[in-house]
């Protein structure tokens, strides 16, 4: 069954340090694997997105990182920032599904000044 | 329009009431899809449009749900006789390519359903 997991459910930083969220999947065969940011009462934004030659791919302050022989992938957040607070969505798309988008549960980050 | 636009944003309706909920796509976007979010679950999809072809209906989760969009544009996604389990967060994505190639999803900023 395609599952995409993500660790930890939830996490509680200060401002300016670094964190790394964590994705495993199963979903088989593997086309591409993206990661949104979700704020509170907002529609998902689209991070990165990587495919199976990709290792690692970065936008700004995030850099996600992709190991397609043990199907896991980590998002690194540099330097947070109060407006990173927000729910990290791990979502990884099947090649023999042109459009079905398997979705973690996410992981909710909150940053403390 | 500049980005998805979604309404109502928040919908509290009773128990076996029908509701519709409205998605406006991106202008040009030929690719629509509706997504449901439960409190602290993943996005489970229920159905997508791609241009005039026939629509994927395999997500919807039971024959109360129903959606239509309209000269290739506007989608209404209808819920009849609203249970307590549909309360959720549905959300509507557009694309100018089926994302299973590397195009991003436009979200909206969803609607949020109670059902009481």
């Known amino acids: 069954k395609n599952q995409v997991e993500q660790s930890p459910q939830s996490l509680i930083i200060l401002e300016g340090k670094n964190c790394t969220l964590q994705?495993?999947?199963?979903?088989?065969?593997?086309?591409?694997l993206r990661w949104y940011k979700q704020d509170t009462g907002r529609g998902p934004v689209s991070l990165t997105i990587?495919?199976?030659s990709e290792n690692t791919k970065s936008n700004g302050r995030y850099t996600a990182t992709l190991d397609a022989d043990t199907k896991q992938s980590s998002l690194h957040i540099t330097a947070s920032q109060l407006s990173d607070s927000a729910s990290y969505i791990c979502?990884?798309?099947?090649?023999?599904?042109?459009?079905?988008?398997?979705w973690g549960a996410g992981t909710k980050l909150i940053i403390k000044p | 329009g500049a980005g998805v636009s979604q309404s109502p944003s928040n919908k509290v309706t009773e128990k076996g009431k029908d509701v519709e909920l409205r998605c406006d796509p991106i202008?040009?976007?030929?690719?629509l899809y509706w997504y449901r979010q439960s409190l602290g679950q993943g996005l489970e999809f229920l159905i997508y449009?791609?241009?005039?072809?026939?629509?994927?209906k395999s997500g919807l989760p039971s024959d109360r749900f129903s959606a239509e969009r309209t000269g290739g544009s506007v989608s209404t996604l209808t819920i009849q006789r609203t249970q307590q389990e549909d309360s959720a967060v549905y959300l509507c994505?557009?694309?100018?390519?089926?994302?299973?190639?590397?195009?991003?999803?436009?979200f909206g900023s969803g609607t949020r359903l109670t059902v009481v």
């Open positions: 449009f791609q241009g005039n072809s026939a629509p994927d």
């Open positions: 990587m495919t199976f």
């Open positions: 994705c495993n999947y199963t979903v088989s065969p593997f086309s591409n």
């Open positions: 202008s040009g976007h030929t690719a």
């Open positions: 979502v990884v798309s099947a090649e023999d599904s042109n459009y079905q988008l398997i």
């Open positions: 994505a557009s694309s100018s390519r089926s994302a299973g190639a590397n195009y991003g999803y436009t």
